[in-house]
């Protein structure tokens, strides 16, 4: 009975750590106002008849703060890399120039950067939905072993461990919050 407590906590702290890694992944691909290669991830290209990730047909780097350059490694892929990112509809146009796609990345406005940081929070909030559903979800195993004869100081002590990793995961959240929110109201 032991062990499937265990295995209980240990299935809500993957849950929680997965929702984080889902949180950072999103905020990656925001935008706020710097040249970010993440910005491109997701993107796929119809590469000779096979969806490829942006990534594994080119180079791309930031030669500056404003600029994101793709460097493709066959050169026929930049029309489709080129009419990819426009599909993409994040809002960035591609320039081509020779061999080479430049991205330039406009300023933001103080309104979109508001806009973006009331988007963060609401993202914020769903990964803390979803840390909560996950302690939910293990208390509601942990009263079942209970009723099935697990001892109650067990339990007790199973819920209160529950408790303090979704207070820690919560935490990281509200860390990881802060620090997008100052990156994207940086000037």
């Known amino acids: 009975m032991e062990e499937e407590v265990l ?10 750590e997965n929702a984080i890694k889902h949180l950072e992944n999103d ?29 594994q047909v080119s180079n791309i780097n930031t030669p500056d703060p404003r600029t994101i350059s793709v460097h493709p490694w066959d050169k026929q892929a930049t029309e489709a890399i080129e009419k990819a990112i426009l599909a993409a ?25 508001k806009m973006l940081v009331k988007q963060v929070k609401t993202e914020g909030e769903n990964t803390k939905i979803v840390v909560r559903n996950a302690r939910r979800d293990a208390n509601e195993m942990i009263k079942k072993y209970k009723k099935d004869g697990l001892a109650e100081d067990l339990a007790k002590d199973a819920e209160n ?5 979704t207070d820690d995961f919560i935490k990281k959240i509200d860390t990881i919050l802060e620090k997008k929110e100052k ?3 940086t000037v």
């Open 7 to 16: 295995f209980c906590i240990e299935e809500a702290k993957e849950n929680m």
């Open 27 to 55: 905020f990656k691909k925001m935008r706020a106002g710097r040249a970010d290669p993440h910005i491109l991830d997701g993107i796929f290209i119809d590469y000779y008849g096979v969806k490829t990730p942006l990534n």
């Open 89 to 113: 509809n994040i809002g960035l146009t591609p320039i081509i120039s020779g061999d080479i796609i430049r991205i330039n990345i406009p300023m933001l406005t103080e309104e979109r950067r």
């Open 161 to 165: 461990n529950i408790q303090k990793i």
């Open 183 to 185: 990156d994207i109201m």
